[in-house]
């Protein structure tokens, strides 16, 4: 079974509006991480927000947002006011405390949405 | 500045032709490693290590080395290249090995292709 699920292959935005980008996980482990990373089309791959699976608030990073519904199981990224620059494929992310005993600490990806912000 | 910085950004080589990709942080982390991302394949571990000569195998490692002989580096070798490890590669760093909380900061990767 796929650990993070981002069901939208790609999503449209109006510059200067909000968006949300869906991501869900499954992980039998009490213990884990969620993070989004932002990468434009020059490659890099840029950190920008992070949710652990203990924190009580969502979290927050200037124009971030993080909508964490630990039950569902869903971890999705808001980025209000949409500027050009937000333009880039967006991808969620977790790291488990456990892992399995395998790949120790290994980031494990899902696919990745592709967001335009349209001026 | 805080990075993690690889190199080369590009490469192209022949198969067969040995090579190595550089990547070194300046945060003092514990933990490296390197993915590889593919269209369609997503991003996926190679190897990763959790300290200094500690390295251990990721998801895809079949044809590639690595060595952790200082905190700072982790190199990433191609013994025999093959056109199937064309591919973009991102080294990543975190603070902390144990910890399910620590972000990874990535590289700004390198492009391989082999011909």
């Known amino acids: 079974a796929q650990k993070i699920t981002q069901t939208q292959p790609g999503m449209f935005v109006q510059e200067k509006e909000a968006v949300t980008l869906d991501c869900t996980y499954d992980?039998?482990?009490?213990?884990?991480?969620l993070f989004w990373y932002k990468q434009p089309s020059s490659g890099e791959m840029i950190f920008l927000i992070y949710?652990?699976?203990?924190?009580?608030q969502n979290a927050t990073e200037g124009r971030y947002s993080l909508n964490f519904q630990k039950a569902r199981k869903s971890a999705n990224l808001v980025i209000s006011a949409s500027q050009l620059g937000d333009s880039a494929m967006y991808f969620c992310?977790?790291?488990?405390?456990?892992?399995?005993?395998?790949?120790?600490?290994?980031?494990?990806f899902g696919q990745g949405t592709i967001l335009t912000v349209h001026p | 500045e805080a990075q993690v910085t690889q190199n080369p950004r590009y490469l192209i080589t022949v198969t067969g032709k040995k090579l190595t990709v550089t990547c070194s942080q300046n945060?003092?982390?514990?933990?490296m490693s390197w993915y590889r991302q593919d269209p369609g394949l997503g991003l996926r571990q190679i190897y990763y290590?959790?300290?200094?000569?500690?390295?251990d195998k990721g998801d895809v490692p079949e044809g590639y080395k690595v060595s952790r002989k200082e905190k700072r580096n982790f190199p990433l070798i191609l013994e025999s290249p093959s056109p199937n490890q064309t591919s973009l590669y991102f080294c990543?760093?975190?603070?902390?090995?144990?910890?399910?909380?620590?972000?990874?900061?990535f590289g700004n990767g390198t492009r391989l292709t082999v011909t």
């Open positions: 992980t039998s482990d009490p213990s884990y991480g």
């Open positions: 990543a760093s975190s603070l902390y090995s144990n910890a399910y909380n620590s972000p990874l900061h």
């Open positions: 992310a977790m790291r488990e405390g456990n892992a399995g005993g395998t790949s120790y600490g290994k980031l494990t």
């Open positions: 290590s959790m300290n200094v000569e500690v390295t």
């Open positions: 949710q652990g699976s203990y924190d009580q």
């Open positions: 945060m003092n982390h514990e933990y």
